[in-house]
């Protein structure tokens, strides 16, 4: 099966799980990449079933807001019923790595504001150590040159700068203002700690390691089907 088939999977079936077991009138939390816009295309059907949703991308934004979704503020609501995202590893105890598409900060803020993290994947992202995908660190431009070395040096990290995906001289550039490295060759072991000790750097606004606050469920998918997972 093509990995988007396998896509399309966990996006129906995190639907089913959500009309199965969230009543009416909720408020979701929508992360953000190729997963969750198939997720979202999905749940287009069900737009009066929610009271709103809360996005963790601008992209999102645009897409929900397309299918009439009331999207809020995140500084509007109180807490989220559930938050459906993707992520780029996911090892046995429902830690992830995730940032690949740029929205980590958003995407840890409305996590924690979540009762709930449910992870949609294919198999492709399960993995027993969290460090093989490049670790995203959304940064203040300024200090960006200052972490790197720091990254280098204390960890061994080799570190580059995000640009825009076939634009390598263009610096991409978050929804936050900020800008992102890419942390390869690293294999993280712990990532709790390893998440907690990144965030100390002067500089760092997040760092895509969610381990401190993990999936809960994961929907996941292969050639043999699809299959949940609670933590
Ligand atoms: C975006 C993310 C995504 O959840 C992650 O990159 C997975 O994306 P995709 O579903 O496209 O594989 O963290 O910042």
Redesign the pocket.
Known sequence: MHQDEQ?ALVANEAVSLILQEISAGEILGI????????FIDALAPYTKHFKGVVS??EASTARLQGYGFLVFDANEVNDLIAYV????EINPRGE?????????TR?KIVAAMSNQFIC???SS?QVATLGKFPL?IEVIPLSSAHIQRLLEKKWGGKVSLRTVKNQASEIFVTDNGAWILDVSDLKIEHPKEFEMELNQIPGVICN?IFALNPANTLIVSSSAGVKRINY
């Open positions: 896509k992360g953000t990449g190729s997963t969750v816009n198939l963790s991308s995202d993707g992520a780029d992830m790595m995730k940032g690949g598409g740029g929205a980590l995407e949609i994947c294919d992202k995203p895509g």
